[in-house]
């Protein structure tokens, strides 16, 4: 299976928000999945919590023992990684493991900025 049937097949089962949604949508948890480089070079969404790709899952697995807090099964969960791809699949993943409102957003982070919505300076330690 290809790389772009991978992700068409995740992104059939994902209501995903656009950035002015995700602007309005104040009880949402948003978790940025962006490397911590690409975070401290160009920002992160204010309110959004830096949880490393690798152990995603292991936090946010509403029944897991070593999930982070915050949140539970029916939290609003979307996933930003720098354009919109990673952030599909991982949407994808979370929804596996229980949570069946993650979704993601549209375009990523870069959408997010260019739309001109507000953009916190970046280097937030990671949820690892």
């Known amino acids: 299976m290809s790389a772009e049937r991978l992700l068409a097949e995740a992104r059939r089962d994902l209501r995903r928000v656009t950035p002015a949604e995700l602007a309005g949508l104040a009880d949402a948890l948003v978790v940025d999945i962006r490397p911590h480089h690409d975070r401290l070079a160009e920002g992160e969404i204010p309110g959004s919590v830096p949880v490393e790709r690798i152990v995603l899952e292991w936090r946010l697995d509403p029944r897991g023992e070593h999930r982070m807090g915050g949140f539970d099964a029916g939290t609003t969960v979307v996933v930003l990684c720098n354009e919109g791809?990673?952030?599909?699949?991982?949407?994808?993943?979370?929804?596996?493991?229980?949570?069946?409102?993650?979704?993601?957003?549209?375009?990523?982070?870069?959408?997010?900025?260019?739309?001109?919505?507000?953009v916190r300076p970046g280097g937030t330690p990671a949820v690892t």
């Open 85 to 118: 791809y990673a952030s599909s699949l991982a949407a994808r993943d979370l929804q596996r493991v229980g949570l069946p409102n993650a979704t993601d957003l549209v375009g990523g982070f870069r959408a997010y900025a260019a739309a001109g919505l507000p």
